[in-house]
């Protein structure tokens, strides 16, 4: 990482403003008060150089993580940022094929380190929540995607590690500092939060997504049940915010017509995968402006069902479209690196959980054994 030199000696004691953790006019308003820090347009413009060049301002001290683990399976890209305490964040680089044969890149980011929401079918469930994670945290896996791994991301996806709404605090303002033209610049239109389906949370998101520059703010719903029954059985928190609940909050989203909502739906043989849930869904979201993503399940570990077959996929999709329902199937990427949808999580970090101290926040609502 390059640094320039600073301009002025540094007093003893001060807090250095983290471009990592400040969209650019909050960066410029902290360094009004900081020594050896640029001011005004200039603090912006080393704002912007520290995004794009990788440059670290003088008299700042970004709150950077150096990469631990790398794992690649064929263009997808899992590593992970080392932090205080042994912990860890989880990203995936994924790669985009576009029509013109030309290759963008998304990238997973975590929200947290590990999830207390107990989804029966994921890996980071199985860890519990250990930390949330800062603004700059998050963002700074934008930082390391692009100025150490070397692909600056198109696209960013809320669906690593956590759920987001269960820390909305960090992630709000990160999404202000991915999209502020002077920094990251990633549109809204290209950045994505995967929610469990907490009614307010969803309605909190919708209050950015109601601001001017966010409009275009892309929401994602993990569903993966045709009913509150079925939906309890494998996602806990549907007995605090039912369906009915989440209708709700989802109708009431802000976004414009082409940020359609879009429905996950993780398919799991056995479970979800049989014709009349596929009715059963499709009823259900009648009411709303979406489209069903169709995720074939990635199995966790030691986890009690199989991915489904092929033909299954394939059956629930058509008949999810003779239904009248925009239906998409989402292809899976990074399976054999525990990089796929649901996998993400670091077993030896669970099992140190356990017997940490201090660094775990306490399980919250939603929480359940699963081993
Ligand atoms: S699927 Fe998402 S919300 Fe559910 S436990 Fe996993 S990380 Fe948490």
């Given at each position: 990482m390059k640094r320039q030199a600073p301009s002025s000696p540094n007093p003893d004691s001060w807090i250095p403003p983290d471009p990592l953790g400040l969209t650019g006019a909050g960066f410029a308003t902290a360094c009004q008060s900081a020594p050896g820090t640029p001011r005004g347009l200039e603090a912006i413009a080393a704002y912007r150089r520290f995004h794009r060049e990788g440059i670290v301002p003088p008299g700042t001290d970004p709150r950077l993580h150096a990469i631990g683990r790398r794992e690649i399976e064929g263009e997808t890209i899992k590593f992970t940022l080392e932090l205080p305490g042994g912990l860890e964040t989880e990203s995936v680089l994924i790669p985009m094929r576009r029509r013109d044969g030309s290759t963008t890149r998304t990238l997973c980011v975590s929200s947290q380190v590990g999830c207390a929401m107990g989804c029966r079918f994921c890996e980071t469930a199985r860890m519990g929540l250990i930390r949330h994670l800062e603004a700059s945290d998050i963002v700074a896996q934008w930082h390391a995607a692009t100025h150490q791994v070397g692909h600056r991301p198109k696209n960013i996806v809320f669906m690593g590690m956590g759920e987001?709404?269960?820390?909305?605090?960090?992630?709000?303002?990160?999404?202000?500092?991915?999209?502020?033209?002077?920094?990251?610049?990633?549109?809204?239109?290209?950045?994505?939060?995967?929610?469990?389906?907490?009614?307010?949370?969803?309605?909190?998101?919708?209050?950015?997504?109601?601001?001017?520059?966010?409009?275009?703010?892309?929401?994602?719903?993990?569903?993966?049940?045709?009913?509150?029954?079925?939906?309890?059985?494998?996602?806990?928190?549907?007995?605090?915010?039912?369906?009915?609940?989440?209708?709700?909050?989802?109708?009431?989203?802000?976004?414009?017509?082409?940020?359609?909502?879009?429905?996950?739906?993780?398919?799991?043989?056995?479970?979800?995968?049989?014709?009349?849930?596929?009715?059963?869904?499709?009823?259900?979201l009648r009411p709303l402006r979406c489209s069903l993503n169709v995720i074939p399940y990635n199995p966790r570990r030691n986890s009690p069902w199989p991915a489904p077959t092929e033909s299954s996929v394939e059956a629930f999709l058509a008949r999810a479209i003779a239904n009248g329902q925009f239906t998409k199937r989402r292809g899976t990427k990074g399976r054999d690196v525990m990089a796929a949808c649901g996998q993400l999580g670091n077993p030896d970090i669970r099992a140190r959980r356990r017997v940490s101290d201090g660094t775990r926040v306490g399980l919250t609502r939603g929480s359940v054994a699963l081993d």
């Open positions: 987001p709404t269960d820390n909305l605090d960090a992630v709000l303002p990160a999404i202000r500092i991915l999209a502020d033209h002077d920094g990251p610049s990633v549109a809204a239109s290209n950045i994505s939060v995967s929610t469990v389906g907490n009614p307010d949370g969803i309605r909190r998101l919708g209050r950015l997504a109601s601001e001017p520059g966010f409009h275009r703010l892309n929401l994602a719903v993990s569903l993966n049940a045709p009913n509150d029954r079925i939906r309890a059985r494998i996602m806990p928190v549907d007995r605090d915010w039912p369906m009915d609940d989440l209708m709700d909050a989802m109708r009431g989203w802000p976004g414009r017509p082409k940020s359609a909502i879009c429905i996950e739906y993780v398919l799991i043989p056995g479970v979800n995968d049989a014709p009349e849930h596929c009715d059963e869904v499709c009823e259900y």
